[in-house]
């Protein structure tokens, strides 16, 4: 008997023999797209401008705009192909409609490649040519991210009617094999489930399936009726576990349990996938109906890739490209080793791993009538070609729809057809040989391992926040690495969450003490602190101080100074890691607390726990960078170290809507910069104040070093900002009060020692302008988290949306159902996206901006309904808005959005920059011309370009603003520590007649901490 490899090479040659009688024309000389192919293929910089280029054509209406962007794109190119595309650049300027009528044509015709048809009647004749080639079909319906629920109803419906045309147009078609005929329905549709449900939220499946679920049933239901089958693709990880629990759930319902016309997608290239495929076959078995797996390697490679560096996620998918291979066939086993209950259908262009399927299944003794072999519509007709006249079953993908919501698609496809990695580029454009694509991949992986070099090895824990190889001319952020988001995907992890709340409640009405000098204090008076979601709920009492425990604090940190300010830098950084460490062994704890006592979202909370850990470990790397005595110049003869001393007594104000990151933050920078503290959280958020002083105090923090206090800012803020013994006030919170310290901290009083330091981060009225020619999938769900998310509670969030007259119809028509579709309510519940805001007087003051918008602008959209009970202000959205108006011009923080409309971009910039305030602002857009306008000109301290405008990350983006947005400080960045210092230089002249040393250190240590 021949081994399995020898089989596979023998079919493995088969298979090639019959695609050599049929070259590829995809990836031949002539014409456009294969022409554009085999730049993209030798030119990385070609590459991505051209799959740019066509990834925004289609939204271009005017000649002018499409040959605009074709010499913003091509324009500035260096290499090898420069002058070609110039002359089609002076060309296209000369002439453009004709220019842009060419490219339309040339870029529709490039998308007709892969898809099918417009419309199913346009699909039917592709179809009815495949069935004379003995080829099956499955359709999809390509279509625009689903923003809304309106547009989610849209794809059922139109799912539908393709059902019922595909059905009408194929009666009487039968099976191309002919042989186990009932397994495989003519009529296959592919479903996208992400495109049924617009607020799915991996956090919550349960409430993803019980809106799916319904949208689903009549689909089935109807597709049962005609005979038809239906396939659940899969899309990002994000969506995995929601889908598959999904299949599991309506199919085994009653009315579908013994329906078998029903299948799935398993993605080989995840890690996850063969426990999910098991999982999937015992259920198949206890459900005792047979379904079918569609196996693929998977189409979202780079995206997961990206996705889960960002986020500091375990990447979900392999590295190595040999690894999905050798995990597809070993996913091929586990179904053909089950073909007793499920279907296997092999999706892959891959000639070894179609061979491998086809050798294995003989091995198992299946007949080649009961599986079949699906490819991509446009992609390896050859193989297909090849795959029928060997007498097996061949299904193509097609994909249905607009060229526009198409786009998303033929991207994908150019970027797999022009992969490194991929087999067709392999085989078709480079000639490899059919010996080496026949390779086990088993053996590439083993030699992949073999050559891998060391530096890709995992680091150690310590390495991973101290990361590896970074030096001085590494950008500042890489000197750490930041710690991951928890990512709710997992069923774990939403389960440790639920816990935390149910922790968190069970620990409600605690009471906890003031720290001053390292003693608890308490106090008769105590500040109760509710939860807005549930105003009736006490989260904790903390104990309140007046004016005489602010001296006391004043006192206690005045007289630790000394000390602590001389300890070595490396002992206070390792107070902020001992501090992140804890930080993060009670991240779930914490996280509940804050969706209890500030109304955070889960996603939300857990953002602030991890930013709080970015801060103490960031400042900490920082401080071993900066405290050493550096020398300033090389100078024969004399030596002159610059070196820093802590201020003081720093005082520590924060806010409540970031109430652990916020407030630890300023906290380590002061500490590990040798400053004595007294932190005084915000009065809404005093549980989570306590919280932080309990961490520090368990890291080892000294009597007296970090004081807390808790109690009215009018009352002790206000004193000790006015203190003489006070040296440096951190403040991030409203405008008006900081404006008052900042006047306050201007006054010398008697016996000061120090001027007084403000470090002062205010509010915002931020902009996100959208332009003509931008994404509007991702400008407007991105536009919406940044007004909506955690209810419009972020110093960064969107307030102004600014659109140009040219895309104002199309845009608003998304937004307002975008906005219509979100969920409002309780944030205990996973997936709410809208909480309840702050507190009473929150409520109220927000209430009076709408109504002001109300007398001033126009109502375009407010929800409707909002939780009876809680501070909920429903979202809220206001057209013909004036950049004078007051609600364009002043504070709101709350779900209050503003659109304003204007003539053009210059106008855009002109409203975005005219407000009192420069904190963030966003930009969409797909010109570069435009993109390099808005980085120039947008009055910002944070300006984000296609992307929200909120979420910075430590180390990533130093955040922080100007005008009245701050005094231009930036939090979690590489000169934020400089705030809390007073730089010192101390010169030694070090010549003696005229011999002076030959070598001066670089660093010395000596006079860093004077011995007393
Ligand atoms: C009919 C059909 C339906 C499909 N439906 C879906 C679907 O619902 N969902 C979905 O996600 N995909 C789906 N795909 C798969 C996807 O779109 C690609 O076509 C497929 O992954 C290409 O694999 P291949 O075997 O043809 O080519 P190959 O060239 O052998 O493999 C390319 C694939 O290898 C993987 N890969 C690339 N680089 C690496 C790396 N460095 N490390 C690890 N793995 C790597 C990627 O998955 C890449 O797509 C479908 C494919 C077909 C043919």
């Excluded at 030119?43 to 939204?59: A, C, G, H, N, T």
């Excluded at 915002?764 to 909506?788: H, M, Q, R």
């Excluded at 209050?896 to 003539?903: A, F, N, T």
């Amino acid at each position: 008997m021949r081994s399995l490899q020898s089989e596979i090479e023998q079919r493995g040659a088969r298979i090639f023999e019959l695609v050599d009688q049929y070259p590829e024309s995809l990836f031949s000389k002539a014409g456009f797209y294969q022409r554009m192919m085999a730049l993209s293929m030798r030119d990385e910089q070609f590459k991505v401008q051209m799959f740019r280029f066509v990834d925004v054509l289609p939204s271009l209406r005017k000649s002018g705009d499409i040959v605009q962007h074709l010499e913003e794109y091509f324009a500035g190119m260096h290499n090898g192909f420069a002058p070609v595309i110039q002359t089609g650049v002076r060309v296209a300027r000369f002439v453009p409609w004709i220019s842009a009528f060419i490219l339309r044509r040339n870029v529709s015709g490039m998308a007709r490649q892969f898809i099918a048809g417009k419309s199913c009647e346009d699909v039917m004749k592709t179809l009815r040519k495949r069935r004379a080639e003995k080829i099956g079909f499955t359709v999809d319906l390509l279509g625009e991210a689903v923003l809304s629920e309106s547009e989610a109803d849209e794809y059922a419906a139109r799912c539908l009617d393709l059902l019922e045309c595909l059905a009408r147009e194929t009666q009487g078609w039968t099976d191309p094999l002919g042989k186990d005929s009932e397994l495989f329905p003519v009529v296959n549709l592919s479903v996208k489930i992400s495109a049924l449900y617009s607020q799915m939220n991996p956090a919550d499946p349960t409430d993803a399936i019980a809106h799916l679920a319904p949208k689903l049933r009549p689909i089935l239901r109807r597709a049962r009726e005609l005979g038809a089958f239906i396939n659940f693709d899969m899309e990002s990880y994000a969506h995995k576990n929601i889908t598959l629990q999904l299949f599991k759930t309506t199919f085994g319902e009653g009315e579908f349990k013994d329906w078998p016309d029903a299948g799935i997608v398993i993605q080989a290239y995840l890690r996850d996938a063969e426990a999910d495929l098991r999982n999937l076959i015992d259920w198949g078995r206890a459900r005792g109906t047979r379904f079918t797996v569609r196996l693929v390697k998977g189409a979202y490679w780079d995206y997961e890739t990206i996705k889960s560096r960002q986020n500091g996620w375990n990447c979900p998918v392999y590295f190595q490209k040999p690894e999905s291979d050798v995990n597809f066939e070993a996913l091929s086993r586990v179904l053909l080793e089950n073909e007793s209950i499920v279907t296997a259908a092999f999706g892959s262009h891959n000639v070894r791993s179609i061979a491998h399927a086809q050798a294995l299944a003989e091995e198992l003794g299946i007949d080649r009538s009961c599986f079949e072999f699906q490819l991509l519509y446009g992609m390896a007709g050859p193989i297909k070609r090849a795959l029928v006249e060997m007498g097996y079953r061949v299904r193509e993908y097609c994909p249905v729809g607009e060229l526009l919501p198409g786009m998303s698609y033929l991207v994908r496809r150019l970027l797999e057809n022009t992969s490194n990695e991929g087999f067709l580029r392999a085989k078709f454009s480079e000639n490899v040989s059919a010996a080496e694509l026949l390779r086990d991949p088993k053996e590439l992986v083993r030699q992949n391992r073999a050559n891998l070099p060391k530096a890709t090895i995992p680091a150690t824990t310590e390495d991973r926040h101290h990361k590896n190889g970074a030096s001085i001319e590494s950008p500042p952020g890489d000197i750490y690495e930041n710690s991951p988001l928890v990512n709710f995907v997992y069923q774990e992890t939403q389960e440790k969450m639920r816990t935390a709340l149910r922790e968190a409640r069970n620990r409600f009405g605690e009471k906890y003490p003031l720290v001053i000098g390292g003693e608890k204090v308490w106090r008769d008076k105590l500040t109760p602190s509710v939860n807005p979601s549930a105003p009736k709920e006490i989260v904790g009492y903390v104990a309140e101080a007046g004016i005489p425990e602010a001296e006391r604090a004043v006192k206690a940190a005045r007289a630790a100074l000394d000390k602590w300010s001389r300890t070595p830098f490396e002992e206070r950084a390792r107070l902020l890691e001992g501090a992140a460490a804890i930080v993060d062994r009670r991240r779930y704890g914490l996280s509940a607390l804050e969706v209890f006592e500030v109304g955070k979202p889960w996603a939300e909370a857990d953002g602030d726990i991890r930013e709080a850990i970015d801060f103490c470990r960031f400042y900490a790397e920082r401080m071993r960078q900066i405290g050493r005595p550096r020398l300033t110049q090389h100078v024969p003869g004399e030596e002159s170290y610059q070196h820093y001393w802590p201020r003081g007594v720093a005082l520590v104000i924060a806010p409540w809507n970031f109430p652990i990151a916020i407030l630890c933050g300023m906290v380590s920078a002061a500490l590990v910069t040798g400053n004595t503290v007294i932190m005084k959280p915000s009065e809404q958020s005093i549980v989570c104040g306590a919280m932080l002083m309990q961490i520090f105090e368990e890291a080892g923090v000294p009597p007296g070093v970090l004081n807390f206090l808790s109690g009215p800012g009018s009352v002790i803020g206000a004193h000790l900002v006015d203190h003489k013994d006070v040296d440096l006030i951190a403040f991030t919170g409203s405008r008006e009060v900081g404006l008052r310290i900042w006047e306050s901290a201007g006054i010398t009083r008697p016996g000061q020692r120090e001027l007084k330091h403000v470090i002062c981060e205010m509010g915002g009225k931020n902009p996100v302008i959208i332009d003509s020619d931008a994404d509007l999938d991702e400008a407007i769900v991105d536009s919406i988290y940044s007004a909506f998310g955690y209810q419009g509670q972020k110093c960064s969030a969107l307030s102004r949306l600014i659109l140009l007259e040219e895309n104002y119809d199309r845009v608003m028509e998304r937004l307002l159902s975008a906005a219509g579709s979100l969920r409002v309510g309780n944030p205990e519940e996973p997936g709410m996206m809208v909480g309840p805001v702050i507190d009473e007087a929150a409520y109220k003051r927000i209430q009076e901006y709408i109504e002001i918008g109300k007398s001033e602008a126009t109502l375009a959209y407010q929800a409707k309904e909002v939780p009876p009970e809680g501070y909920f202000i429903p979202p809220t959205i206001f057209s013909g808005v004036k950049p004078n108006m007051r609600i364009a011009r002043e504070e709101i923080f709350g779900p209050v959005l503003s659109v304003i409309k204007v003539r053009d971009l210059d106008e855009a910039f002109e409203v975005a920059n005219g407000t009192d305030y420069a904190l963030t602002a966003g930009f969409f857009s797909r010109s570069p011309a435009d993109i390099d306008r808005a980085k120039a000109e947008i009055e910002a301290g944070n300006v984000y370009i296609n992307r929200s405008c909120t979420g910075a990350v430590v180390g990533r983006h130093p955040f922080g603003g100007f005008k009245m947005s701050g005094g231009g400080t930036k939090a979690g960045g590489a000169d934020y520590l400089l705030q809390f210092l007073l730089p010192r230089v101390v010169t030694e002249n070090v010549t003696r007649h005229g011999l002076a040393p030959e070598e001066t250190p670089e660093y010395r240590d000596e006079f860093l901490w004077p011995q007393r």
